[in-house]
C-alpha cells in the first residue's frame, strides 16, 4: 500500500499527537499521507470526488468505524481501525502495536473480509420518507414517559408476532457484540450471512432473539399505544447516526444492503479467541 487516509476522533486524539506519529511514521516509508478530522456528525460522503487512496486507518473506537463506514459508501477502501476506546470488536488493533500494524499495510500482508450491511427505509402512507444502511444495526426504541412499545414485526410480508416492549433490535452479524448482545441476543461470527432480530425488555414470557436469513425482508409497524391519552414516542436509528422519529401505523423495512464494508485484518486470532479476550477485558 502507497497511499493512506488517516480519520482520526478528536476526542480520542486530542491534540492529534499520535496521529501525526502515525503519520510522521508512514511518511518516513515514503508513503503518501492525509489526515481527516471529521466531526463526529458530519453527513454525506467523506471523500472528494476522484480522490482514492489504498487504506483508511481509523483512530477510535467503534463508533468511530461506523461514521467512517457511513462517510466512505461505495468508495470500496479497505479499512482498519486503532482502538483508542474501551472495547473494540471492529477496531481489534491496539494503539501500542501500531508500528507492526502499519509495516504489515506498507508490505501488503494482511487479510481483507467483507462485512454485510442492512439497507432499511421509513414508510409512511405508503411513501418512503427516509432510507439508510447500517454496518452494525438499525434500532427501533422508545422515547419520553417510560412507557412500553407496542410493535408488529412480519418476515416476507408475513406476521410473525406482535409485541409490548421498550423497542428492537435488526443487528448484522457484525452489530451483534454491540447492543444486540447487551439485549440479551447471540454472538454471531462475522462472517455469517444472517440478520438477528433481538427485542429490547419484551413483556412476555417469549423474550428470544431470531436469526434469520440475510435475504429475508423485516418489516416492524408501530402500532397504536395501549392508552389512548398517551403520547407514544418512538424513534429508528441507524447504527447511531441517522435518527428518525415515527409515528403510528409507521413501518420500518430491513434487509440487506447491496453494499459492504470491507476490514484489514492483521489479529491471526479467531473470532472466538478475540471475543473471548474482549470479554476478559470488560
Known sequence: ???????TNRHKDKELAFTNEIKSYLESKNKSVKVMVPENRTS????????LFDCIVVLGGDGTILRTAKLIENSHIPMIGINMGHIGYLAEVE??????????????????????????????????????????DVVITRGGFLQVLNYEISV???????????GV?????TGSTAYNLSAGGPVIAPGADVC?????????????????????????????????????LVEVNFDGCDRVKLQENDCVVVS???????????????????????MIEE
Open 95 to 136: 494503539r501500542e502495536n501500531y508500528q507492526e500494524v502499519m509495516d504489515a499495510l506498507c508490505d501488503n500482508t494482511f487479510e481483507l473480509e467483507d462485512r454485510m450491511m442492512l439497507s432499511g427505509h421509513v414508510i409512511r402512507d405508503g411513501k418512503v420518507i427516509f432510507e439508510a444502511d447500517a454496518l452494525n
Open 44 to 51: 454525506g460522503n467523506l471523500l472528494e470526488d476522484g480522490e
Open 196 to 232: 438477528v432480530v433481538t427485542p429490547i425488555s419484551p413483556h412476555t414470557m417469549m423474550n428470544k432473539s431470531f436469526v434469520l436469513r440475510a435475504d429475508n425482508e423485516v418489516s416492524v409497524r408501530i402500532l397504536a399505544p395501549h392508552s389512548a391519552d398517551l403520547e407514544q
Open 256 to 278: 440487506k444492503s447491496e453494499k459492504t464494508v470491507t476490514l484489514i485484518r492483521m489479529n491471526q486470532l479467531s473470532f472466538l479467541e478475540t471475543l473471548h479476550r474482549k
Open 1 to 7: 500500500m502507497e497511499s493512506f487516509l488517516l480519520i
Open 156 to 166: 416476507n410480508g408475513k406476521v410473525l408476532k406482535q409485541y409490548k416492549a421498550d
Open 169 to 173: 433490535i435488526l443487528a448484522t452479524p
